[in-house]
């Protein structure tokens, strides 16, 4: 799970460890090649978890959908082949993360319907991260579903596409939410939850591995392929 891939804050302000520096991020790319793994979208992974597919893959996502994501990480997927899913807060194209002001982190530009345009034609994945970057179990029932049904229809009109995945913002989510993501035609959806993703998982409950601005590539390589992971999250 990525965030921002760019130059990362100065030291000091909230939650820097969230910009991944391009160059780190080349490296870690480049080295799960090395080791024959390729990178894939949530939806080119679905066949995997399912059990319908077989071999060294690994999932790549991006929450909020960062214009820096496109400029920094684009052309280093597609230059080892791999896809990514780009979670995508719909009503707020061309726009920053507004969500994040209160916190003190800085401004960062979220990408235009130009732009996720280029994404998508590189043989990128979006997904939906609601229309407004809400905490949906602090909303009303109402309010919840059309930020989940709304998002995807959004998505799909504007872009042509068909949007399976989705993201749920903060992490935060119940047993309702989740049954009213699986109903609104997507599936799958991921958590902040710490794991590896298995074919067990609930495909609507998928745990991700967090990599932060400070994961260096040793500490990279281990989280994404050993048990350190997995063992830590059955561990909590």
Known sequence: MYHQIGEPAPKGTPYRGLTVHPKRFTQQMRWLKRFGYTGLSMQDLMPYLRGEKHGKVIGITFDDGYQNVLHNALPVLRALGFTSTNYIVSNHLSGDNFWDHHKGI?????????????????????????????????????????????????????????????????????????????????????????????????????????????????RFLQKCLTQLEHKKRFAS
Request: charged fraction near 15%.
């Open 106 to 218: 800085p401004r960062s530009a979220l990408m235009s319907e130009a732009e996720l345009h280029q994404w998508l034609a590189a043989g990128q994945e979006i997904g939906s991260h609601t229309m407004d970057h809400v905490h949906l179990p602090e909303i009303s029932a109402a309010q919840a579903q059309q930020q989940i049904q709304q998002s995807k229809i959004d998505l799909e009109n504007r872009f042509q596409v068909e949007v399976t995945a989705f993201c749920y913002p903060y992490g935060h989510y119940n047993a309702t939410i989740q049954q009213w993501t699986q109903n609104s035609g997507y599936t799958n959806a991921t958590t902040t939850a710490r794991g590896l993703a298995l074919n067990t998982d609930n495909p609507f409950e998928l745990p991700r591995v967090t990599v932060s601005r400070s994961t260096h590539l040793l």
